[in-house]
C-alpha cells in the first residue's frame, strides 16, 4: 500500500504508520475546500474555492506550497481558521506520485463513487431476513463493482504504471 486518501479522521495516521509504514497519507482536498466554504461568508465562497483550486493544481511541491502561504496571507487575516492549513502536514502527498494520477489522488471521489453504488444497491433491496443474508448480498454487490470495472484502467494510471510498480520495492 502506497497512499490512503482520507478526510481528516482523527487517529488514522498513526494507524496507517503502524501498519504500512511505507503509506503516505493525503488528506482529501476536496473535502478540505469544502469544509473551508462552509465557514466563511456567502461573499467569499467562489473566490476563496478558486483560489484553492490554484493551489491544489500546482505543478510541484514548492508552487504548492507557496501558493498556500499566499492563500493564508489573503484569507487568514479575515478567517483565522485558513491559517490552520499550515499545520496540515498531509495535504501534499499526492505530489510523492507521478503528475499523470494526481488528478485522481488528491481526493477520495474514486472510493466514494463505489459507496454511492453500494449504498444505491443495498436501499433497492431494504429488507434481509438476517445478518448474513446482507452480508451475502453486500459482498454480491462488491464482486458485481469490480465486474464491472475489470479491466478498467483509471485515468493516468496506465501512463505510469512501472513507475508505480518501481515505487513498491
Not at 29 to 35: A, E, F, G, P, Q
Not at 68 to 83: D, N, P, Q
Request: net charge positive; charged share 25%; hydrophobic share 35%.
Amino acid at each position: 500500500m502506497l497512499l490512503f486518501v482520507a478526510d481528516g479522521v482523527v487517529g488514522l495516521n498513526n494507524s496507517i504508520a503502524k501498519y504500512f509504514p511505507k503509506a503516505k497519507l493525503q488528506r482529501c482536498l476536496v473535502h478540505v475546500i469544502r469544509n473551508l466554504t462552509h465557514k466563511v461568508r456567502v461573499s467569499d465562497r467562489k473566490l476563496i474555492s478558486n483560489e484553492f483550486r490554484d493551489v491544489r493544481q500546482s505543478a510541484s511541491l514548492s508552487e504548492a506550497k507557496e501558493s498556500l502561504s499566499r492563500f493564508i496571507e489573503t484569507w487568514g487575516h479575515k478567517y483565522s481558521f485558513v491559517r490552520k492549513l499550515a499545520d496540515i502536514d498531509d495535504l501534499f502527498a499526492y505530489f510523492s506520485f507521478p503528475k499523470a494520477i494526481r488528478g485522481s489522488i488528491y481526493s477520495t471521489n474514486v472510493i466514494e463513487s463505489f459507496n454511492d453504488y453500494f449504498k444505491a444497491n443495498i436501499k433497492k433491496k431494504q429488507r434481509f431476513p438476517n445478518e448474513e443474508s446482507l452480508d451475502r448480498y453486500a459482498g454480491v454487490q462488491c464482486l458485481d463493482y469490480n465486474n464491472r470495472n475489470l479491466g478498467r484502467i483509471h485515468k493516468g494510471f496506465g501512463v505510469c504504471q512501472d513507475t508505480l510498480e518501481s515505487m513498491f520495492d
